[in-house]
Every structure is written in C-alpha cells, then in structure tokens.
C-alpha cells in the first residue's frame, strides 16, 4: 500500500506541474514522466500494478458506458463503416509495418510482426511467448509505439482543431448528442447531464454495482481488455434500462488518468533504453511511418463522416484503448465513437493476427 501511495504521489506532483504548464492531458503525461524518471534513476518500488490496472480500466470502462443513452443510440448507425475502414487498415498497416521492420533490422520475423502490431502490450507480450519470439524486444516496440501515440497524438489535435476547427464545423454543423452542453443548475455549476436532480445513494451504489459486475464478468470471460470492455457494456446496459446514471466525480478519472501513466513508466527502465540504442534508428523510422499512416487515416475518416477532427484521429490513433478512451475527454472528442471504434480495431486484431501467424511461423 505505501508503494502504491508513494507512485500516486509522484503522479499526482506530475498531473499538477503539467496542468500548472497547459500541456495535453496532463495526468497521464505528467504521472508518465515523472514516475519515468523515478523508475530510470533506480527508486521505483515494487508494488501490485494489477490493481492500478484494475482500476484504472474500470473507470475508464465505467465512464465511457455512462456515455450511452437513449439519444445516443440512434448515432451508433453511423460505426459499422468507419469501424470496418480502422480495423482493416490497421491490420494491413501491421502487416506492413513488421515486413519493413523485418528487412530493416536483425530481428527474428515473429519479433519483427509481433513488435508492430497495433495491439495492446500484454496481449503481444503473451503472443510472442507462444511463437517464441523476443518478449523483451516486442514490449520495447510496443511500449515506444503506445508512448509515441500517446504524446504526438493530442499536440495533432490540439493544432489540427486550432487551424481547421471552425472551418469544419461551418460545413458539419449538427454535433453529436454526446458532446451538448450540460444544463446550468442553480448555483451557476454545469449540472450532470440526463438529471434534474442531484444524485442519490442509491444512483451511485447502482453505478458501482454495474461496473464491477461488468468487469469481472469481462475479466472472467478473457474478453480484449476485459475489465474496461465488461463494465462500458455493463454501465450502458444499466443506463439504458433504468435511465441516467449519475455522472463519475472528475477527481476518479485523474487518478485513473494518472495510474495509467504510472503503469506505462513501469515498462521505461534502463535494461529497455539500452536494448532500445542498438534498434533505435528502424524503431523511430517505423513509428513516425505508422504515425503519419494513422494521423492519414484520421483524415480520411474525418472525410467519409464528418466528424470532428479530434474524435477522428484519436479513433485512428496506434494508442491503446484505454489511452484514447480517456484522452477524447481531454481533447473534445467523442469518448464513445473514439472507444468503440479501438474496441472494435483491438478486437479484430486479436482474432486474426494471431491464427495468421500462428499459421505462418
């Protein structure tokens, strides 16, 4: 517990100096440097993850679900095409991306496929014990790829939205439901959205309720990402049926904002920067490809829909589900496009490019 409390600490002193400095979402890039720093100078203590993990996924899973009502549904007809697009082409963008790593590197072709994959960190990690691939060499490339991800990302959309937002929304001017403003209660603070009323005892205890059945349901059930997927689904289940939940209070996303930072520096160690000298020029050259083919992609999308350029490139993003999920809050995008459109890229994924390889090596 003092382990877990020390970390939390020095995330939290990160999420302070990089909000105090205006930088893109500060609680996960803040709580990443500083607990990168901690781990690289040797003082990182041993601590259960896991339940940092745990979470940080049900929360998130938790607040992406209260994103779905009523309204919101009759706008999930427009995923299935856009899905179809992101998942398709990041398949093919791995593919690729491992063949050219291949030819540029000394790697074994399992490492070199498995290391570009835009899948999630465990998931590849585990796949490349099976196929007998380097599992320090594959985490390495997919903790670079999710930090490239997670930093450039939201400073495109940052700049993209300031150069090109209000033309684009001169042409698309009927917004999502999920992105209205919330009603003014009278205290002049915005109300939670879908109530009249404060929310009670018993709204939060079905909140809770419905998430942790959700997510254990999801962690039992292997489901991709399990946790976070299981309680989204739970929660938007419960929100449907029984209307509004009450709103998550914002100071549980920033500790899983910041948890989440916390738990990709713990994969940042000197062992992995040393193994990264010897990788690092078809490393860089790989991901600044995969980053442009992503952030094309977003533009692409943004073109066939119509939808704001932060939900765009986030949902076209090589970031993890987690990470975008929570950073379309941040950035003003739509948290429910964004974090079906990974589910169903994660998802896809996982069900082919394992059989694939599996069959080719």
């Keep these: ?47 259960h993850l896991q339940w940092i993990s745990r979470y940080s996924n049900l929360v998130i899973g938790c607040y992406v679900g209260l994103r779905v009502n009523r309204k919101s549904l009759a706008f ?40 570009s994959t835009a899948g999630g960190i465990a998931e590849m990690a585990l796949l490349s014990m099976s196929l007998g691939a380097d599992v320090a060499s594959v ?45 003014v209660a009278d205290d002049g603070e915005p109300a939670p959205l879908g109530q009249t009323e404060g929310p009670s005892a018993k709204g939060y205890a079905m ?6 059945a959700g997510g254990i349901t999801g962690y039992v059930l292997r489901l991709p990402v399990g946790i976070l997927t299981g309680a989204m689904f739970a929660v938007a289940a419960v929100n449907l049926l029984r209307g509004e939940l ?34 690092w020029l078809p490393v860089v050259a790989l991901t600044a490809i995969m980053l442009l083919c992503s952030i094309l992609l977003g533009v692409l999308l943004h073109r066939m829909t119509g939808w704001d350029y932060p939900t765009c490139l986030l949902s076209s993003s ?37 059989f694939l390889f599996a069959a080719i090596f």
């Design 1 to 47: 517990m003092k382990a877990i409390l020390l970390l939390f600490s020095v995330g939290a002193a990160g999420y302070m100096v990089f909000k105090k400095l205006s930088l893109p979402v500060p609680a996960i890039l803040g709580s990443l440097f500083f607990a990168s720093a901690l781990n690289l100078a040797g003082f990182f203590p041993e601590a």
């Design 76 to 115: 999930l007809r427009e995923l299935p095409v856009p899905a179809l697009v992101v998942s398709l082409s990041m398949l093919i963008l791995s593919l690729l991306g491992g063949g050219a790593l291949y030819m540029m590197s000394d790697l074994s072709p399992q490492t070199a496929f498995l290391g």
């Design 139 to 183: 985490t390495l490339l997919q903790v670079f790829r999710l930090l490239s991800a997670i930093l450039i990302t939201p400073v495109v959309c940052r700049v993209w939205t300031k150069r090109f937002g209000g033309r684009e929304r001169s042409r698309f001017p009927s917004p999502s439901p999920l992105r209205v403003e919330p009603p």
């Design 207 to 212: 909140l809770l309720a419905a998430a942790l």
């Design 246 to 279: 009450p709103q998550m209070p914002d100071i549980l996303r920033t500790a899983a904002q910041i948890g989440i930072g916390i738990i990709i520096a713990s994969n940042i160690t000197v062992p992995t920067l040393r193994q990264f000298a010897t990788l």
């Design 318 to 354: 090589l970031g993890g589900l987690s990470q975008m999920s929570i950073i379309s809050e941040e950035m003003g995008a739509d948290p429910l496009k964004v974090s079906i459109l990974q589910t169903v890229r994660l998802v896809s994924i996982l069900m082919v490019l394992p």
